[in-house]
């Protein structure tokens, strides 16, 4: 999208939703819009059914931490959390992305499940790897990790190494949890091999 059609959108939107729209960006040939959640559901319902707008399509929705995002003193001074959808109207030839900010300590959001369809995964899986909620969702439950999982693995102080490993157990014949055990590396070769692959200048081996 032009430069020039990007900024007819964000003009046509802030002039819809008068006072709803915290901030319009265009950066990298893309708009982006940013809302409080409770203004979510209706200005994305009005979106896909607005004619000038016509975002009948959900491409992706997802979570976003900004937990040490940036750096040193003039890092990330916003809300932790944001949900973002990205939208595509196939009439118009348009995309937009509309972002909200969310409360770190409740991080909750409408869900969408109503205005497009296809949101129901997006949104679970938004809850199971970044602790998101999304009120009014049918069925709101773990996608990608195991039931048992603890935490949200896509949060950045979320331990690389996990919290619990999980295996069956042939005694118990049952899969079992337990903390995780790392055990340490060893970085140097276990093998030294002396052959012609390894010999220099003078018949020396070279490691």
């Known amino acids: 999208m032009s430069e020039s059609t990007l900024t007819t959108l964000a003009q046509n939107i802030q002039e819809h939703f008068p006072g709803l ?83 770190e300590n409740a991080p909750l959001a409408p869900s969408v499940v109503d205005v497009w369809e296809g949101a129901n995964w997006f949104e679970r899986e938004a809850f199971d790897l970044f602790g998101i909620l999304f009120d009014g969702h049918p069925d709101l439950r773990r996608l990608l990790t195991d039931y048992g999982f603890i935490g949200h693995p896509f949060r950045k102080d979320f331990p690389l190494w996990g919290n619990v490993e999980m295996r069956y157990d042939p005694e118990k014949q049952r899969v079992v949890y337990e903390p995780v055990v790392i055990a340490p590396r060893v970085t140097v070769p276990r093998v030294i091999r002396h052959d012609h692959r390894y010999l220099v200048e003078g018949g020396k081996t070279n490691g």
Not at 45 to 54: A, N, Q, V
Not at 87 to 101: E, K, P, T
């Open 21 to 103: 729209i915290d901030r319009s960006t265009i950066a990298n040939a893309e708009l982006t819009v940013e809302l409080r959640p409770e203004h979510l559901h209706d200005v994305c319902l009005t979106l896909r059914d607005e004619p000038r707008f016509g975002f009948e399509l959900l491409i992706d929705l997802c979570g976003v931490d900004y937990l040490s995002y940036g750096e040193g003193d003039d890092g990330w001074q916003g809300p932790r959390f944001a949900v973002v959808y990205h939208l595509l109207s196939i009439a118009n030839n348009q995309r937009l992305r509309v972002r909200s900010f969310l409360d």
